[in-house]
């Protein structure tokens, strides 16, 4: 028994380590570094925030048709961890790649960005899957949280290594895109762990007679489906994660944007934004995985929600920029929160025999959103600065007015999300997962 606890904890240190490289790609790529490089450099202006937004909602939707099918295909050959290692190769190529994106560069700057982004959120259905192989139903809220924690840690490593050559160069261009390489062997090095340690706890089946994985996938997709009634908690979890989800994500894509555009933060502000916000993000995961397996996690997961709830309404009306920076604290602390409990309930709400398949669903509701998301906020701040413009606004007060207009769409998918949540029954959606297992 103490060798296969021992084995379990090893397990789960290796699956925290893939979390702290993926954080760091998040950190640097999403957040703080080629967001505004992108927006700010490569396209530029209101524009630049439009093909930002439209990136995101492209490789969001490739994820988003592609992993349920994979998914299913990874459950039935034990194969969650070659998928991962795909993914997570594809992620490290283009993020790497992405050194050679200058200014002007707009076709291979979205290229390379959306190539990377599709490994970065394909690998994050895979890796939440082997949640599952790492930790007992017990354990679960306490594991995804510390995931989530650790993982903040190697955001906030990543930045602090690349925040000095950035400073002393004065953000130098080539530095700046030196930092993606950076970045690109920092997540792969720290997956190193994951690999070795983690092993999937069921056994592979051969292919059906007549069947190749594709046709066995589409099978076990529909059969799924067919089982919806079964698994009504789970399908208004997704609803409501689908919605709320969005507010979530439109935050972080946009955060960099919006510290450079509202409050003329530098990159170096903006790095050092990045790294408060990750901090809170290491903390909020780590108390809400705790408060969680006390309280509830529904209702950890609606005061979470509220938190950023309150955190976007006050970015709509703040002026300032240390406002910013404490709007910046709060919502990381409550955003890992949501993230980290919805991965949470997701298990819990998925038999074992279907964890990739759940994931992968679950995957689908954030990068179906996101699709909607980005490209709703990008389009709606594009089409508010011209508004703005035709008002007689000068075109960089346009830009301020039409991004700030745009940032109450956040507060709207939070609210919508968070009242279906409140309808939902955690406990019977828990026991749905354990009949279908006994009945598997």
Same mark, same amino acid.
């Given at each position: 028994?103490?060798?296969?606890?021992?084995?379990?904890?090893?397990?789960?240190?290796?699956?925290?380590?893939?979390?702290?490289?993926?954080?760091?790609?998040?950190?640097?790529?999403?957040?703080?570094?080629?967001?505004?490089?992108?927006?700010?450099?490569?396209?530029?202006?209101?524009?630049?925030?439009?093909?930002?937004?439209?990136?995101?909602?492209?490789?969001?939707? +490739?994820?988003?048709?592609?992993?349920?099918?994979?998914?299913?295909?990874?459950?039935?050959?034990?194969?969650?961890?070659?998928?991962?290692?795909?993914?997570?190769?594809?992620?490290?190529?283009?993020?790497?790649?992405?050194?050679?994106?200058?200014?002007?560069?707009?076709?291979?700057?979205?290229?390379?960005?959306?190539?990377?982004?599709?490994?970065?959120?394909?690998?994050?259905?895979?890796?939440?899957?082997?949640?599952?192989?790492?930790?007992?139903?017990?354990?679960?809220?306490?594991?995804?949280?510390?995931?989530?924690?650790?993982?903040?840690?190697?955001?906030?490593?990543?930045?602090?290594?690349?925040?000095?050559?950035?400073?002393?160069?004065?953000?130098?261009?080539?530095?700046?895109?030196?930092?993606?390489?950076?970045?690109?062997?920092?997540?792969?090095?720290?997956?190193?762990?994951?690999?070795?340690?983690?092993?999937?706890?069921?056994?592979?089946?051969?292919?059906?007679?007549?069947?190749?994985?594709?046709?066995?996938?589409?099978?076990?997709?529909?059969?799924?489906?067919?089982?919806?009634?079964?698994?009504?908690?789970?399908?208004?979890?997704?609803?409501?994660?689908?919605?709320?989800?969005?507010?979530?994500?439109?935050?972080?894509?946009?955060?960099?944007?919006?510290?450079?555009?509202?409050?003329?933060?530098?990159?170096?502000?903006?790095?050092?934004?990045?790294?408060?916000?990750?901090?809170?993000?290491?903390?909020?995961?780590?108390?809400?995985?705790?408060?969680?397996?006390?309280?509830?996690?529904?209702?950890?997961?609606?005061?979470?929600?509220?938190?950023?709830?309150?955190?976007?309404?006050?970015?709509?009306?703040?002026?300032?920029?240390?406002?910013? +920076?404490?709007?910046?604290?709060?919502?990381?602390?409550?955003?890992?929160?949501?993230?980290?409990?919805?991965?949470?309930?997701?298990?819990?709400?998925?038999?074992?025999?279907?964890?990739?398949?759940?994931?992968?669903?679950?995957?689908?509701?954030?990068?179906?959103?996101?699709?909607?998301?980005?490209?709703?906020?990008?389009?709606?701040?594009?089409?508010?600065?011209?508004?703005?413009?035709?008002?007689?606004?000068?075109?960089?007060?346009?830009?301020?007015?039409?991004?700030?207009?745009?940032?109450?769409?956040?507060?709207?998918?939070?609210?919508?999300?968070?009242?279906?949540?409140?309808?939902?029954?955690?406990?019977?959606?828990?026991?749905?997962?354990?009949?279908?297992?006994?009945?598997?």
């Amino acid at each position: 028994m103490e060798k296969s606890t021992q084995v379990r904890s090893r397990a789960q240190w290796g699956w925290y380590w893939f979390d702290f490289g993926n954080s760091a790609y998040a950190a640097v790529v999403l957040l703080a570094v080629y967001s505004a490089y992108f927006q700010g450099k490569v396209a530029g202006g209101a524009e630049g925030s439009r093909l930002w937004g439209l990136s995101l909602g492209i490789a969001m939707l +490739f994820v988003a048709v592609l992993t349920p099918i994979l998914g299913t295909i990874a459950d039935h050959a034990a194969s969650k961890k070659r998928f991962l290692f795909f993914f997570s190769t594809l992620s490290w190529v283009f993020t790497g790649l992405l050194f050679f994106v200058q200014a002007g560069d707009v076709f291979i700057g979205m290229l390379f960005f959306i190539l990377a982004e599709v490994g970065y959120r394909g690998g994050q259905v895979f890796y939440n899957a082997l949640l599952m192989d790492v930790a007992t139903p017990s354990e679960m809220g306490r594991v995804s949280g510390n995931g989530w924690a650790f993982g903040s840690l190697g955001g906030i490593a990543c930045l602090l290594l690349i925040l000095p050559p950035i400073v002393l160069t004065k953000s130098n261009p080539l530095v700046v895109r030196g930092s993606f390489v950076f970045t690109a062997l920092f997540f792969a090095l720290a997956t190193i762990p994951l690999f070795l340690w983690v092993r999937e706890s069921r056994e592979g089946k051969s292919l059906p007679a007549g069947e190749n994985y594709l046709s066995l996938a589409f099978r076990r997709i529909r059969s799924t489906f067919l089982a919806v009634k079964h698994f009504r908690g789970f399908i208004k979890f997704i609803i409501a994660f689908l919605i709320y989800n969005d507010g979530i994500l439109m935050a972080l894509n946009f955060a960099a944007i919006i510290g450079a555009v509202l409050y003329g933060m530098t990159q170096t502000q903006l790095i050092i934004f990045m790294i408060i916000v990750q901090v809170t993000s290491a903390i909020g995961a780590y108390v809400f995985g705790i408060w969680g397996e006390k309280y509830g996690f529904k209702e950890t997961l609606i005061a979470a929600i509220l938190l950023m709830t309150a955190a976007v309404i006050w970015m709509i009306f703040n002026q300032t920029l240390t406002g910013y +920076f404490i709007i910046g604290a709060i919502a990381g602390f409550a955003l890992t929160g949501v993230q980290s409990i919805s991965r949470t309930m997701t298990g819990l709400f998925a038999p074992p025999s279907k964890s990739a398949e759940f994931f992968s669903f679950f995957a689908v509701a954030g990068k179906s959103t996101s699709f909607i998301g980005p490209t709703l906020f990008g389009a709606l701040a594009f089409r508010m600065s011209n508004w703005f413009q035709t008002q007689g606004y000068a075109p960089a007060a346009a830009e301020q007015f039409g991004l700030r207009a745009s940032i109450v769409s956040m507060a709207v998918f939070l609210v919508v999300g968070l009242l279906i949540l409140l309808t939902l029954n955690e406990a019977r959606a828990r026991q749905s997962a354990v009949e279908y297992v006994s009945a598997d």
